[in-house]
């Protein structure tokens, strides 16, 4: 496995960075997950627009597109597999022990792991922690990861491969690595960005394709709701099965299964899929 860090490929032994790197003590980074389909990757303009809206947020340098576009199609050829799921992580680079940034400039590294397709369907549990819909990183897509690994270490107890959050209105919000929709009434929603959960990529281009509307969803919606779905870079859309205790029969339903077919066709025809 060879790995890009700060302007190179290097050997998966020899990828490393500082110990006092910005992302590592204090997790001031952003990063991207993108899908690669034999070595090309998916929504890559997308995720890089992304990937400048977090670092601002943070108030870090914009990264540079070229050199990551380049360091992306380093990191494919050096790895050639079906399917990948390419990691673009972007930090504060080498700074002091504390919450100062350092000067030296910020630390790119692009890495690739092999993946494999999603089940259609899948199982997810609510947890009580809240999303902080007024928070300084709300929205954007951090190294702070720290809360979801706590999440979603409950959730692999419970049989299940996600955790929902509300946020701190008690609004549904988003899952640790996915957005959320549900159908009520035969109609398909999902939360707006205002809720605190990040705008997805995957949730973007699965709302346009298949008009779904954003509303602000009390939690208890998963209670009723005839069909639930989650989205993201490597689930594409994923039909869910069975919430805490309550099953969902039949998953994925016709909503969720015409919100699947579409979505692949879409993404067959257009690999990258510019902001309108």
């Known amino acids: 496995m060879r ?3 700060n302007g190179g490929l290097r050997e998966a032994g020899d990828a490393v960075v500082s110990v006092f790197d910005h992302g590592l003590t204090v997790g001031d980074g952003v990063f991207e997950t993108v899908k690669a389909t034999g070595g090309s990757p ?5 995720h890089l627009d992304r990937l400048t809206r977090s670092a601002r947020g943070l108030g870090l340098p914009d990264p540079d597109h070229d050199e990551v576009r380049h360091a992306c199609a380093a990191v494919l050829e050096a790895n050639p ?6 990691r673009i992580t972007y930090t504060g680079g080498l700074s002091p022990l504390g919450s100062d940034r350092g000067g030296k400039g910020p630390s790119l590294v692009v890495a690739l792991a092999a993946t494999t397709r999603r089940p259609d369907s899948t199982a997810v549990i609510t947890v009580p922690w809240t999303r902080n819909e007024r928070g300084a ?6 190294t702070s990861y720290a809360e979801n690994v706590v999440a979603l270490a409950r959730a692999r107890e419970r049989g299940a491969s996600e955790a929902l959050f509300a946020n701190t209105l008690g609004q549904l919000c988003e899952g640790t690595g996915s957005n959320v929709f549900v159908v009520v009434d035969g109609q398909l929603f999902t939360p707006p960005v205002t809720s605190g959960c990040l705008a997805g990529i995957t949730r973007a281009l699965t709302a346009d394709w298949t008009g779904a509307q954003e509303a602000d969803l009390p939690m208890d919606v998963l209670e009723r709701a005839e069909e639930i779905f989650l989205t993201s870079s490597t689930r594409d859309v994923q039909a869910v099965h069975r919430v805490d205790g309550r099953e969902l029969p039949g998953a994925p339903g016709p909503l969720t299964a015409k919100a699947m077919r579409i979505f692949e066709e879409h993404a067959a025809a257009d690999p990258d899929p510019l902001p309108v």
């Open 3 to 5: 790995i890009w860090v």
């Open 137 to 142: 990183l709300a929205g954007l897509k951090t």
């Open 42 to 46: 998916f929504a890559l303009t997308r």
């Open 81 to 86: 597999m079906p399917l990948g799921r390419l």
